[in-house]
């Protein structure tokens, strides 16, 4: 059974992905083409932020925002076992170190109070759950990454309220949740910057790999596109940071248009299904977590 039916939702577009990708034939500008502006100006409305930064996936959407903040080597970064590799991957891609915080039983996501145990563990130096390898006393304690697991998002009114208390960052990673809401706000907009993920079977997919980078503020947008192009500065050969290419072609973004353009009925329609399952396994006696 496919759980994510591309090829039936390809079915319902596929004439206006064809017209999208035909165009780009035409016009020829494979990278940084118009739709690239177009999709970050859309996703970004959606979510409800002011800046969308498209990227090649939602690993380099990490790896940039952590970049944006100044994460490596001698740092500490606060984050949830329970997630996909990448997201503590990429904080230690750049030698900073993961610290893995306990989830909440209920929602499988980053545990508030585990959060602030783990907050006043770093300062001391000593508690459970830290790393024995190094030591923790030394380290530079600069974020958290929360992670919106299984669409569900993390408690961001806690984790950002934490955050502010102690100056640190935070990171909300929507590599599975773009789309769902949090106290009426769209995933994408729940903290000081947030990733996605556009790989196939994501809540909105592409054909291939793709990200994005949602955030309002101005300053960390403009070092993102900064970063994402080897870190340009003013014109072409000036390079006023270390970057990396992270960018997205026209083509994975041509098609994100098209899916995005029947996302919120799609949304409707898994809602619909997730909620004739639940009613479902209650009838059938079967204890739901
Ligand atoms: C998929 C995923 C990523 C990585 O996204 P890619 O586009 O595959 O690089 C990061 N975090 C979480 C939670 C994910 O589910």
Known sequence: MQFIDLAAQQQRIRSDIEKRIIAILDHGRYVFGPEI????????????????????????????????????????????????????????????????????????????????????????????GLPKSVDVGQLNLKGIIGVDLFGLPADYEAINALAKENGLFVIEDAAQSFGALYQGRRAGSLAEVATTSFFPAKPLGCYGDGGMIFTDDDDLAEKLVSIRNHGAGKDKYDNVRIGLNGRMSSIQAAVLLSKFSIFEEEIDLRQAAAERYTEMIKQAGLKLL
């Open 37 to 128: 502006t177009e999709l970050e100006k859309e996703l970004a409305g959606f979510s409800g932020v002011k800046h969308g930064i498209s990227c090649a996936s939602g690993t380099d959407a990490l790896l940039m925002s952590l970049l944006a903040y100044g994460v490596g080597p001698g740092d500490a970064v606060l984050t949830t076992p329970f997630t996909f590799m990448a997201t503590a991957g990429t904080i230690s891609l750049l030698g900073a170190t993961p610290i893995f915080v306990d989830i909440d039983p209920e929602t499988y996501n980053l545990d508030p109070a585990a959060l602030a145990r783990a907050i006043e563990s770093c300062r001391t130096g000593e508690g459970p």
